[in-house]
Each structure stands twice: as C-alpha cells, then as structure tokens.
C-alpha cells in the first residue's frame, strides 16, 4: 500500500513560482512510478508531470513544458513539482499520484493511489 500527502499549494501572483511536494509512505514506495495532475473546478483532472521510480526519466504536459520540473528523492520517499513563471491557467488544485508499475506513464488510469491534492491559485 502506498500513501500520499501533498503540501506546498497556495496563492501566487503570475510570474511567480512554487514548489510543491509529495510524501509517500509504503514499503515499495520508491519503486512505484508517480506523476502530478491537477483538475479545475467542473474539469476533468489532466496530467501535468511524471516520473519513473528512479527519476531518470520524465514527462510533461505541454503546457508546463519549460516551466514546470519534476522529481523525487527516494531516500526521503518525497517528490516535487517546481513551478516557476505560473501562469492563471495553471491555477487547480494538484494531485499527487503513485502508479504500482515502476515505469513512468501518462495514463491516469494507471494511478493507483492519489493524495488529497493541494490548491495553486495564480493571480493576474
């Protein structure tokens, strides 16, 4: 079993940046691949950000591609999303995910566990 606390989300005037964050707790936690998504209000949560188990390899949703970094540090079982030069559009709240396969995937349905999420708001 993997659990999922995120923390970091707030309020953020455009142009500026934020770094959230993802503990994880599990006995394989550090095998598990995980990704970020993030969901409006009356929207579909979409995918933002993933990552392997390792960290050797990502992937990003074009619309945070060259803004956003993501990574992890399986020694501490944490992992984080690097916002900078948000934008209004980015405002959602941002849900942390594990994936039971260690490879990293954009498919939301390969998610197994989810956080509670975490609000950004983005000022204009």
């Known amino acids: 079993q993997v659990q999922l606390v995120e923390s970091g989300g707030g309020l953020v005037q455009a142009g500026g940046s934020l770094r959230l964050s993802c503990a994880a707790s599990?006995?394989?936690?550090?095998?598990?691949?995980m990704a970020w998504f993030r969901q409006a209000p009356g929207e579909e949560r979409v995918f933002v950000a993933t990552i392997n188990w390792s960290g050797s390899t990502t992937y990003y949703a074009d619309s945070v591609k060259g803004r956003f970094t993501i990574s992890r540090d399986n020694t501490k079982n944490t992992m984080n999303l690097q916002m900078n030069d948000l934008k209004p559009e980015d405002t959602a709240v941002y849900y942390c995910?594990?994936?039971?396969?260690?490879?990293?995937?954009?498919?939301?349905?390969?998610?197994?566990?989810w956080g509670q999420g975490t609000q950004v708001t983005v000022s204009s």
């Open positions: 599990g006995r394989t936690v550090g095998y598990n691949a």
């Open positions: 995910a594990a994936d039971r396969n260690p490879m990293a995937t954009t498919r939301k349905a390969s998610y197994n566990y």
